[in-house]
């Protein structure tokens, strides 16, 4: 199924950590729209991060954020909005990425899943899953392993291993998966257009 039109596989083992400049945490891009854009020109961006201390996050004007934990707890303070505490177990968590906030992981680092869409084109919705059916669609969706993830249909079987994901785009095959993830889905505001081939 790697193979199959409109699927493209995004290992973690592949994903490369850029160092935050306050020293705090890492990043590892997982897919961004449209191919090779820079924080300045992306429609959508999805990426992982490991928070190590305490400290502001970065602002992004014109851009929504949705942010999952994945492992640890954060205490998430936006401006305007009580303090939150967010786990593994806590639903994805919404805000906007140009009003100042910070985050602090109570004792060892926490890990998150990072959506990034910019406001005036584009919105994301993301849902914890444990089983399911994809069917082809016109918008771009991302599957992302929490741990093993098995995938069958048509095109054959794939198995996800923890944090790895599927990009779908265009044609992709319908098919099946069972096992814990986080279906993101990004749509064009307006309409379902998809924003990023493979």
Known sequence: MSCAPGLQL???????ATPWQ???????????????AGFADFQWRVSSAEVRG?????????????????????????????????????????????VP??????GAAVVDLNVMTRRAGWRAAV????????????????????AVVKLSG?????????????????PAPQFEFHGPCYLIEIRRQGGDAEGLAP
Do not use: K, W
Request: net charge negative; charged share 20%; glycine share 12%.
């Open 127 to 146: 849902n914890r899953l444990d089983a399911g059916q994809l069917v082809p669609a016109r918008h771009a969706r991302l599957l992302f392993a929490l």
């Open 22 to 36: 306050n020293g705090g945490g890492v990043t590892r891009e997982i897919c961004v729209a449209p191919p090779g």
């Open 101 to 106: 906030a910070s985050g602090d992981p109570r």
């Open 54 to 98: 305490c400290g502001p996050f970065s602002s992004f004007a014109g851009i929504d954020r949705m942010l999952c934990v994945l492992e640890g707890t954060l205490d998430l303070s936006v401006d305007g909005r009580e303090l939150v505490s967010l786990a593994p177990d806590s639903a994805p968590y919404a805000f906007p990425g140009d």
């Open 154 to 170: 048509p095109a054959g079987e794939l198995a996800l291993g923890r944090y790895d994901a599927v990009h779908l785009a265009g």
């Open 10 to 16: 995004l290992p973690a083992a592949q994903r490369l």
